[in-house]
């Protein structure tokens, strides 16, 4: 009842975007395909996340529970596959992050949290273990950004702003954010529970469409 209304995610029309017409999204960076899951990930993508889950966590709160069989990565990938099938669905779209020399799997990205009333989204990332410190994340970040905020006239998604958030000690992840260059906007103190770790602070940046040159994938110079 005391609920503010400034809390609502899904409030009327708003901005009333709409998602894309389209079932493949791909789109490339110097040494990434990023694209969205088809069938044959399945077993590659649940070897990628057994291998990885003590690496994930505590960042990654899915990672303790989820993909704990393969069916479980194979009903995600189902369900991600649909939900770019259906309008009314396309609020989270999880993308692999694959080598363009040899097609290795190297970790996710996608966009999240897709709200029509703001024409707005969230976006994040996981690397492979074995694979990370070579600048892949910042990387299929920058792409993944480039994406959400370029035109749907030119194979993008059309939305205004583009969230990202992080825990304060996940220093590895905040470095990928400094060098993306994006507006840090709010520092919620002790407001997120990271198990293994605790109160944490939460820390988001938001990246609007004039702030980003989708062409070159950086932010313009404030
Ligand atoms: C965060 C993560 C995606 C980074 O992937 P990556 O491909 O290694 O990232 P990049 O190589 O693009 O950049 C990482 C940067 O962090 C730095 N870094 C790595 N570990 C660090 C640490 N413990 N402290 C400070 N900086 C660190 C690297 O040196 C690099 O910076 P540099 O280019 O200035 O040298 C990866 O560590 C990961 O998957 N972590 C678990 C999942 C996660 O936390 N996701 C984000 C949730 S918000």
Known sequence: MARCDSENRYPAEGLGWRPPDLTAIRFETERLVIRNYEFG?????????????????PWMGWAEKSHREIA????????????????????????????????AFVGATG???????????ET????????????????????????????????????????????????????????LGVRKEVEMVDDYWVDGVGLTTRMGWGVMAGEWDTQNHHAIAR
């Open 41 to 57: 990930d399945i077993e590659t993508v649940y070897n990628a996340i057994v291998e990885c889950r003590p690496h994930l966590k």
């Open 111 to 121: 966009v999240h949290d897709v709200r029509r009333d703001t024409a707005s989204c």
């Open 124 to 179: 994040g990332y996981w690397i492979h273990v074995f694979h990370r410190g070579k600048g892949y994340a910042t990387e299929a970040c920058r792409a993944c950004i480039s994406w959400a905020l370029r035109g749907q006239d030119n194979n993008g998604l059309g939305l205004r702003r583009v969230r990202i958030f992080c825990s304060k000690g996940n220093e590895a992840s905040m470095r990928v954010i400094e060098k």
């Open 72 to 103: 479980e990565t194979a009903q995600y990938i189902s369900n991600q596959i649909m939900n770019t099938r259906n309008p009314d669905t396309w609020q989270n779209v999880g993308l692999g992050i694959f080598l363009k020399d040899g097609g």
